[in-house]
């Protein structure tokens, strides 16, 4: 299979993080997410984390040139002229366009995929998640297979600050304001596919690994 560009896009707690590791594997190519990065950087205390934290403490996105540096460095990094996996990145139409440009002499990204689901929902998923201090795995609370472990890598669970319930709210709004654009900027573009993600894990990843089959 050639090297696939790839996007996830969804509001937050749609299951990108938990699909996205699933693709990951199943196309072997590297994976991040823009929180991943974000909380990579806080824990070495660097510059861009502490600018990250003073945003995602109040459930807002941080500035896109700080997003765009750090995902444009792992890019070159960790992916080069191959393939990857982008979870949660682009979040506004000004990342969007940054990307598009980057990637235009590779031929730009392959596929954008939108998770869809009811605010409702998302809601009940987000104020439940917990997430493993190592992997950054989600979970959910009320999964009694979790015993306050990771599933996957058996590391400690935690509730996320911008998961608990006064920020949850906003993060959503703010996704509805700024990143939900990103629908139709990639609907355009002619590379958009949509999966309805009020389903079980399993049936989502099907769906996500069939559209990329036919890639």
Known sequence: MIPLKVILLGPPGAGKGTQAARLSDALGIPRVSSGDLF???QRRNTEMGQLARSYMGRGVLVPDDVTIR????????EAGSGGFLLDGF????????TL??????????DKAI????SKDELVTRLSDRLVCTDCQMPHSG???????????CGGKLYQRED??????????????????PLVEHYRE????EEVEGERSVEEVGRDLTALISLT
């Not at 750090?70 to 990094?77: A, K, L, P, Q």
């Not at 009320?142 to 996957?152: E, L, N, V």
């Not at 573009?189 to 958009?192: E, N, V």
């Open 70 to 77: 750090m995902v444009m460095d792992w890019i070159d990094r």
């Open 39 to 41: 909380r990579d950087h």
């Open 189 to 192: 573009a002619g590379i958009l």
């Open 163 to 180: 998961d608990k319930p006064e920020a949850v709210e906003k993060r959503i709004q703010v996704y509805m304001e700024e990143t939900a």
């Open 142 to 152: 009320r999964d009694p297979d979790t015993a306050g472990s990771c599933t996957r």
């Open 114 to 117: 939108y998770i869809k689901v």
């Open 100 to 109: 598009d440009a980057a990637m235009e002499e590779s031929g730009g990204i």
């Open 90 to 97: 682009p979040r506004t139409e000004a990342q969007a366009a």
